[in-house]
């Protein structure tokens, strides 16, 4: 059974910092490409950061230079470290794994407040 499990969300002023993890079991994530993706509310869900299955990465112009998107293959996770957070990247973020057929976490709220 595959399964993914966000972390690392919560509150945090403008111009601060988090991490987000997806622990992964079931699947190998080396093997496929995951990403994060992010819904506001009202909104189409986006995505933020992805690793293809090459190992290349690919950021959304809004986040590019502040998030970094890497994963541990030892521990099967998959992380995204956040900084200069803006009120505008508040959202539901999820993570995602893609071998065949698309794979969801269950999602973790960030809340960037002015």
């Known amino acids: 059974q595959v399964q993914l499990v966000e972390s690392g969300g919560g509150l945090v002023q403008a111009g601060g910092s988090l991490r987000l993890s997806c622990a992964a079991s079931?699947?190998?994530?080396?093997?496929?490409?995951v990403g994060w993706y992010r819904q506001a509310p009202g909104e189409q869900r986006e995505l933020v950061a992805g690793?293809?299955?090459?190992?290349?990465?690919n950021y959304a112009d809004s986040v590019k230079g502040r998030f970094t998107i890497s994963r541990n293959n030892a521990k099967n996770t998959v992380y995204l470290e956040m900084n200069s957070l803006k009120p505008e990247d508040t959202a539901v973020y999820y993570c995602?794994?893609?071998?065949?057929?698309?794979?969801w976490g269950q999602g973790t709220q960030v809340t960037v407040s002015s």
């Open positions: 995602n794994y893609q071998l065949g057929r698309n794979y």
């Open positions: 079931g699947i190998n994530i080396r093997i496929g490409a």
């Open positions: 690793i293809a299955i090459g190992g290349a990465t």
